[in-house]
């Protein structure tokens, strides 16, 4: 007898799968096929994860699984499934999740499927019977002269000439009409955006060398390291190789993934490839509807695409014979996911592409200290045509009144006589970043977290930027009923409104969460922007991804030490890329280009470092600074957060919880209980784990927490944990 080891996809944390099922003779499994099966008094899907001969339970006590689902999955992702959720403190039926077919969901039946359409044609027989007598009805007639132009969906056939299934299958049973169910694709939309000619091009040196190292790896079967770091300026061609790259493994049979920061930033990354290798290539993003996702995924599935372009969650798409794995702007925090399993894309894309054999691309302008360390490096220093990288010069705020230093007034004047085009980055939304009375000094705070509200002007509003509570605007303070009440800061909707006052008739177009999250609101405009002969683009970091806008002629950061001034260890590495990634926003066509930065500490290291575009020297320092600590790359950090409703429970279990780790992992190093402001309503308690042991220091932190989450103390409190947070 066949027995199936199956896991069920269900939210419990508590259950320890696998299962066996009795495999009936009528269902064609494997492991990954995605079952219906009893579980409990309930049905679930149940992803199988092996196969065997025996069970431990006895033959008749062993159920059947109801049915089976259409897709499946290719048995190696069943394993990263598994591996991620081991890696990153979760269960095995979230891990499974990420692998599975979009939409399935973890309900009892899949909530997509692959769409067919009933289409009619006419057959020899039909065509003969149109003109040699036979007896046809008319509304048989009128059906049959329409098909004689080629076949239809039967329903628009239906619709447009009249009559109804009974007459086609009349037809159908006379011979005269063949009837099929034919499978539709759901296309997800292409928005080319980027002007610039989509062929291939000639390689430069750089190019071909870097394009070179990447085809001696792919064709060396027994490379024990096939990792790769691009480290190549801003405009130096990296897609270009990628580009090179995914065409070799194509030639050889063998397929490819790209990832990609965020699609809605980058449409001319994927646009880009999707114009160099057409239908070979599938785009999967969020975005995009439940059935054009499904259906994108069945065509890798199938092998029809070979060529997957998205972000972080394309690292799990169903590929076989992977060769490549690309990760573009590898710095981008956006591959860590949020939710459960928080895990780091650029890390799953090492596990994958280490068991499948492929190798692993990762590029960047401002590459992470991880893999400066880590990868191989391959260096294009020189902007493609040897354009230089633009001058940048910081200036301090200190002293200055208003949001703009004079410089950066002159410089955005210059732009709008010479009627060019410049981007300026704020990376903070709203009007002011908070309100407080000029009378009594009251302060408006969320209900639900320890911040301030911000204001948004044209919504009438004060929000919170960290769990959405917005209520309206005060006109007088709440307090003391003054009418006098302050706005404090300055956000990029401000900026928008003096950069209109300051630099009018020049268009200026705002970027932002607030003004259009989707896909296509941010891809309308960065069209517009493009479309433009001059113009400035202002917004969050948004405006920093890896736009190439060839007439770009000034960048401007405000504001850039704020990320200095979080108490964070990666804040250095953030704001050196932030500054070094929208400087190479400017200056990528024959105008040239500066860059004006904007700080109250100019003489930060990390900005001095980001103006003279030296990304070895900041991660020389950087490396440093980060060993003397054991930060990573130097060990592994895991993040722990313990959080109640009321103060006390939450810091009494993460001491607890902190002890017992401690004992667990003698190596480890661990810092808290330490308190972190309120947020969504929830009083939080922090302790931060370090190893150089990961596997180990991983386990004890999930012992741990399952331990103290099952007794009593833990009744209120809520467990989050985060392995490689960012
Ligand atoms: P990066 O990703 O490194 O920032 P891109 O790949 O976007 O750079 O390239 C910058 C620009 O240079 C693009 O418009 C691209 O089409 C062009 N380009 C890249 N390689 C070449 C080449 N070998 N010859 C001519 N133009 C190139
Ligand atoms: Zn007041
Ligand atoms: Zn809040």
Same mark, same amino acid.
Request: glycine share 8%.
């Given at each position: 007898?066949?027995?199936?080891?199956?896991?069920?996809?269900?939210?419990?944390?508590?259950?320890?799968?696998?299962?066996?099922?009795?495999?009936?003779?009528?269902?064609?499994?494997?492991?990954?096929?995605?079952?219906?099966?009893?579980?409990?008094?309930?049905?679930?899907?149940?992803?199988?994860?092996?196969?065997?001969?025996?069970?431990?339970?006895?033959?008749?006590?062993?159920?059947?699984?109801?049915?089976?689902?259409?897709?499946?999955?290719?048995?190696?992702?069943?394993?990263?499934?598994?591996?991620?959720?081991?890696?990153?403190?979760?269960?095995?039926?979230?891990?499974?999740?990420?692998?599975?077919?979009?939409?399935?969901?973890?309900?009892?039946?899949?909530?997509?499927?692959?769409?067919?359409?009933?289409?009619?044609?006419?057959?020899?027989?039909?065509?003969?019977?149109?003109?040699?007598?036979?007896?046809?009805?008319?509304?048989?007639?009128?059906?049959?002269?329409?098909?004689?132009?080629?076949?239809?969906?039967?329903?628009?056939?239906?619709?447009?000439?009249?009559?109804?299934?009974?007459?086609?299958?009349?037809?159908?049973?006379?011979?005269?009409?063949?009837?099929?169910?034919?499978?539709?694709?759901?296309?997800?939309?292409?928005?080319?955006?980027?002007? @610039?000619?989509?062929?291939? +091009? &000639?390689?430069?040196?750089?190019?071909? !060398? %870097?394009? $070179?190292?990447? /085809? =001696?790896?792919?064709?060396?079967?027994?490379?024990?390291?096939?990792?790769?770091?691009?480290?190549?300026?801003?405009?130096?061609?990296?897609?270009?190789?990628?580009?090179?790259?995914?065409?070799?493994?194509?030639?050889?049979?063998?397929?490819?993934?790209?990832?990609?920061?965020?699609?809605?930033?980058?449409?001319?990354?994927?646009?880009?490839?999707?114009?160099?290798?057409?239908?070979?290539?599938?785009?999967?993003?969020?975005?995009?509807?439940?059935?054009?996702?499904?259906?994108?995924?069945?065509?890798?599935?199938?092998?029809?695409?070979?060529?997957?372009?998205?972000?972080?969650?394309?690292?799990?798409?169903?590929?076989?014979?992977?060769?490549?794995?690309?990760?573009?702007?590898?710095?981008?925090?956006?591959?860590?996911?949020?939710?459960?399993? @928080?895990?780091?894309?650029? +890390? &799953?894309?090492?596990?994958?592409?280490? !068991? %499948?054999? $492929?190798?692993? /691309? =990762?590029?960047?302008?401002?590459?992470?200290?991880?893999?400066?360390?880590?990868?191989?490096?391959?260096?294009?220093?020189?902007?493609?045509?040897?354009?230089?990288?633009?001058?940048?010069?910081?200036?301090?705020?200190?002293?200055?009144?208003?949001?703009?230093?004079?410089?950066?007034?002159?410089?955005?004047?210059?732009?709008?006589?010479?009627?060019?085009?410049?981007?300026?980055?704020?990376?903070?939304?709203?009007?002011?970043?908070?309100?407080?009375?000029?009378?009594?000094?009251?302060?408006?705070?969320?209900?639900?977290?320890?911040?301030?509200?911000?204001?948004?002007?044209?919504?009438?509003?004060?929000?919170?930027?960290?769990?959405?509570?917005?209520?309206?605007?005060?006109?007088?303070?709440?307090?003391?009923?003054?009418?006098?009440?302050?706005?404090?800061?300055?956000?990029?909707?401000?900026?928008?409104?003096?950069?209109?006052?300051?630099? $009018?008739?020049?268009?200026?177009?705002?970027?932002?969460?607030?003004?259009?999250?989707?896909?296509?609101?941010?891809?309308?405009?960065?069209?517009?922007?493009?479309?433009?002969?001059?113009?400035?683009?202002?917004?969050?970091?948004?405006?920093?991804?890896?736009?190439?806008?060839?007439?770009?002629?000034?960048?401007?950061?405000?504001?850039?030490?704020?990320?200095?001034?979080?108490?964070?260890?990666?804040?250095?590495?953030?704001?050196?890329?932030?500054?070094?990634?929208?400087?190479?926003?400017?200056?990528?066509?024959?105008?040239?280009?500066?860059?004006?930065?904007?700080?109250?500490?100019?003489?930060?290291?990390?900005?001095?470092?980001?103006?003279?575009?030296?990304?070895?020297?900041?991660?020389?320092?950087?490396?440093?600074?980060?060993?003397?600590?054991?930060?990573?790359?130097?060990?592994?950090?895991?993040?722990?957060?313990?959080?109640?409703?009321?103060?006390?429970?939450?810091?009494?279990?993460?001491?607890?919880?902190?002890?017992?780790?401690?004992?667990?992992?003698?190596?480890?190093?661990?810092?808290?209980?330490?308190?972190?402001?309120?947020?969504?309503?929830?009083?939080?308690?922090?302790?931060?784990?370090?190893?150089?042991?990961?596997?180990?220091?991983?386990?004890?932190?999930?012992?741990?927490?399952?331990?103290?989450?099952?007794?009593?103390?833990?009744?209120?409190?809520?467990?989050?944990?985060?392995?490689?947070?960012?």
């Amino acid at each position: 007898m066949e027995i199936a080891r199956v896991e069920p996809l269900t939210r419990a944390r508590a259950l320890r799968g696998p299962f066996d099922y009795r495999v009936p003779e009528s269902l064609d499994v494997r492991p990954g096929s995605v079952l219906v099966i009893p579980f409990g008094r309930r049905r679930c899907l149940g992803v199988v994860v092996g196969l065997t001969e025996s069970s431990d339970v006895p033959a008749e006590r062993l159920l059947a699984p109801y049915s089976m689902l259409e897709a499946d999955v290719p048995e190696p992702l069943v394993e990263l499934g598994l591996r991620v959720a081991e890696e990153y403190c979760s269960t095995p039926a979230r891990g499974l999740a990420l692998v599975l077919p979009p939409g399935t969901g973890t309900g009892a039946t899949a909530r997509t499927r692959s769409r067919s359409l009933l289409t009619a044609s006419i057959t020899a027989t039909g065509t003969a019977a149109l003109v040699d007598g036979t007896r046809l009805g008319a509304r048989q007639q009128e059906l049959l002269g329409a098909l004689a132009n080629g076949q239809r969906p039967a329903g628009a056939l239906l619709r447009e000439r009249g009559g109804t299934h009974t007459t086609l299958r009349a037809l159908e049973r006379r011979g005269l009409v063949a009837l099929e169910q034919q499978a539709v694709r759901r296309r997800p939309p292409i928005r080319p955006v980027g002007g @610039r000619s989509a062929g291939p +091009r &000639v390689l430069s040196a750089d190019q071909a !060398a %870097a394009f $070179a190292a990447v /085809l =001696a790896l792919l064709d060396q079967p027994d490379a024990a390291d096939r990792r790769l770091l691009l480290h190549g300026v801003t405009g130096s061609g990296k897609t270009e190789v990628y580009l090179a790259a995914v065409a070799a493994v194509l030639e050889r049979g063998r397929s490819a993934i790209v990832l990609v920061p965020e699609i809605a930033l980058t449409p001319q990354t994927a646009s880009r490839f999707q114009q160099r290798f057409g239908d070979t290539v599938a785009i999967l993003h969020s975005q995009l509807s439940d059935g054009e996702r499904y259906d994108e995924w069945l065509r890798l599935r199938r092998g029809e695409a070979r060529v997957c372009v998205g972000p972080r969650s394309a690292v799990f798409a169903p590929l076989e014979q992977l060769g490549l794995i690309v990760i573009d702007e590898e710095h981008d925090g956006s591959y860590k996911q949020e939710g459960d399993p @928080r895990y780091d894309a650029r +890390r &799953v894309a090492e596990l994958r592409a280490g !068991a %499948a054999g $492929a190798v692993l /691309l =990762a590029g960047s302008a401002t590459p992470r200290p991880e893999s400066w360390v880590a990868f191989p490096r391959l260096s294009m220093p020189d902007r493609v045509d040897s354009l230089p990288l633009p001058a940048v010069e910081v200036v301090g705020m200190a002293g200055i009144e208003g949001a703009l230093h004079p410089r950066t007034v002159d410089a955005l004047a210059e732009v709008r006589e010479r009627r060019s085009k410049a981007i300026v980055m704020l990376n903070r939304r709203g009007w002011s970043n908070f309100l407080a009375c000029r009378d009594c000094g009251h302060t408006w705070g969320c209900p639900n977290c320890d911040v301030t509200l911000v204001l948004h002007q044209a919504a009438g509003r004060i929000s919170c930027h960290h769990c959405g509570h917005s209520q309206a605007a005060p006109r007088a303070c709440s307090e003391c009923g003054s009418v006098s009440v302050g706005r404090h800061g300055i956000g990029t909707e401000r900026l928008e409104h003096e950069l209109d006052r300051l630099l $009018a008739p020049l268009e200026v177009l705002r970027l932002d969460s607030d003004t259009g999250s989707g896909r296509e609101a941010t891809a309308r405009l960065l069209e517009r922007f493009e479309a433009l002969d001059a113009g400035v683009l202002i917004g969050t970091q948004m405006v920093a991804k890896g736009h190439d806008f060839p007439d770009v002629e000034l960048g401007v950061v405000l504001d850039a030490d704020a990320t200095l001034r979080f108490p964070d260890f990666r804040a250095e590495e953030r704001t050196f890329s932030l500054v070094a990634q929208l400087a190479g926003r400017s200056g990528r066509g024959p105008g040239g280009g500066r860059v004006l930065v904007q700080a109250l500490e100019p003489d930060a290291e990390c900005l001095r470092l980001a103006a003279a575009h030296d990304a070895p020297a900041f991660l020389a320092a950087e490396l440093e600074r980060r060993a003397a600590l054991r930060y990573p790359p130097f060990g592994d950090l895991i993040r722990v957060v313990c959080s109640s409703s009321e103060r006390g429970p939450e810091l009494e279990v993460a001491t607890l919880l902190a002890e017992r780790i401690a004992a667990l992992a003698p190596e480890a190093t661990i810092a808290g209980p330490a308190p972190l402001f309120r947020l969504k309503g929830r009083e939080r308690s922090q302790l931060l784990v370090k190893s150089a042991s990961r596997s180990a220091a991983v386990r004890a932190v999930r012992e741990a927490v399952e331990t103290t989450a099952a007794e009593p103390i833990s009744g209120p409190v809520a467990f989050a944990v985060d392995v490689d947070p960012q």
